[in-house]
């Protein structure tokens, strides 16, 4: 699935796994695959290669806090690789990588 397919407003950041000598990202999320009609979040991974950079602010008190109504307010991924945001309740990612993709675990 392509990245700027999906909608992650509302969503929670559930983990975040670094394979330094891979250079390999992933974020565990749960995100509502339709956004104005799916009652519930589905699983997913957000899976960089190549990375050449992450860097992460976030207050973790904030994050549990706002899981309920979701903890990521929206991202701008990169398409053709270069840095992606994403922008949390109170924080934000930003990981440079060569790809990202999505997998969903629906």
Same mark, same amino acid.
């Given at each position: 699935?392509?990245?700027?397919?999906?909608? =992650?407003? !509302?969503?929670t950041m559930d983990g975040l796994s670094i394979n330094y000598p891979k250079r390999r990202?992933?974020?565990s999320i749960s995100y509502y695959p339709e956004a104005e009609n799916s009652?519930?979040?589905v699983p997913a991974k957000i899976v960089f290669k190549g990375v050449e950079n992450v860097s992460e602010v976030?207050? =973790?008190? !904030?994050?549990e806090r706002n899981r309920s109504a979701g903890n990521i307010a929206y991202w701008h991924p990169a398409t053709k690789?270069?840095?992606?945001?994403?922008?949390?309740?109170?924080g934000v990612l930003a990981i440079t990588a060569k790809s990202v993709?999505?997998?969903?675990?629906a």
């Open positions: 699935m392509k990245a700027e397919e999906i909608e =992650l407003h !509302d969503a990202v992933e974020l009652k519930t979040r976030a207050n =973790l008190i !904030d994050l690789g270069g840095t992606t945001y994403i922008y949390l309740v109170s993709k999505v997998k969903v675990h």
